[in-house]
């Protein structure tokens, strides 16, 4: 009897992840812009457990380094291990952080496509923004499974950008706090599931 030839081994499935991105609960901000500011959070341990449950089960959590990150990774799921990433951090705002947000510049009649290039002094733009944080999702993304995420509007918007293809499209999108969003990363492309839903 002729033994069978070898056969090729199975090539392995392509990883598919689920990135599941959820802004911070409300800063203590003050009424002042807090992109690099390190300000706390007031996090009602019943939304985040009711949001906690709407994300479902999670194989793996990073966050932002940004205290209120952090505070709202502990009461989504207390006790679990939080990898830290300091390119998930908002956007810099430069001489406008601190601002009043009534104070801002006006940017007058602006292109969403400058706005997403436009930095304020001493910051990054929101283009700059994608170019350091859109890395880390993917990243992320190519270990595969469920990820939460835990960060800020601007990272969230990044991760829309990615999967739209449209930098200055995702500014178009509301990010609230406590809000879920939800992207599915294959290696075909990524793309959007959900996106800023919250609890009642």
Same mark, same amino acid.
């Given at each position: 009897?002729?033994?069978?030839? /070898?056969?090729?081994?199975?090539?392995?499935?392509?990883?598919?992840? #689920? &990135?599941?991105?959820?802004?911070?609960?409300?800063?203590?901000?003050?009424?002042?812009?807090?992109?690099?500011?390190?300000?706390?959070?007031?996090?009602?341990?019943? %939304?985040?457990?009711? &949001?906690?449950?709407?994300?479902?089960?999670?194989?793996?959590?990073?966050?932002?380094?940004?205290?209120?990150?952090? @505070?709202?990774?502990?009461?989504?799921?207390?006790?679990?291990?939080?990898?830290?990433?300091?390119?998930?951090?908002?956007?810099?705002?430069? %001489?406008?952080?601190?601002?009043?947000?009534?104070? @801002?510049? /006006?940017?007058?009649?602006? #292109?969403? /496509?400058?706005?997403?290039?436009? =930095?304020?002094?001493?910051?990054?733009?929101?283009?700059? &923004?994608? /170019?350091? #944080?859109?890395?880390?999702?993917?990243? &992320?993304?190519?270990?595969?499974?469920?990820?939460?995420?835990?960060?800020? =509007?601007?990272?969230?918007?990044?991760?829309?950008?990615?999967?739209?293809?449209?930098?200055?499209?995702? @500014?178009?999108?509301?990010?609230?706090?406590?809000?879920?969003?939800?992207?599915?990363?294959?290696?075909?492309?990524?793309?959007? #599931?959900?996106?800023?839903?919250?609890?009642?």
């Amino acid at each position: 009897m002729i033994p069978p030839p /070898d056969l090729p081994a199975p090539l392995p499935a392509p990883r598919v992840a #689920t &990135l599941i991105l959820i802004r911070h609960a409300p800063s203590d901000d003050q009424g002042r812009l807090a992109g690099r500011r390190d300000v706390s959070a007031a996090v009602d341990a019943a %939304a985040a457990a009711a &949001l906690a449950a709407l994300a479902g089960p999670v194989d793996r959590i990073a966050a932002s380094p940004a205290l209120r990150c952090r @505070l709202t990774a502990a009461a989504l799921w207390p006790g679990a291990d939080v990898d830290q990433d300091a390119r998930l951090w908002e956007q810099d705002f430069g %001489a406008w952080e601190g601002a009043a947000y009534a104070h @801002l510049p /006006d940017l007058g009649p602006i #292109t969403a /496509d400058e706005l997403a290039r436009t =930095a304020p002094p001493g910051g990054e733009s929101f283009a700059a &923004l994608c /170019d350091r #944080t859109i890395p880390a999702l993917e990243d &992320l993304a190519r270990r595969g499974g469920r990820i939460a995420v835990v960060a800020h =509007a601007g990272t969230v918007r990044a991760a829309i950008a990615r999967a739209t293809g449209s930098t200055a499209g995702a @500014l178009a999108f509301r990010v609230a706090p406590l809000s879920l969003t939800v992207i599915e990363a294959h290696p075909a492309g990524w793309a959007v #599931t959900c996106v800023n839903r919250t609890v009642a």
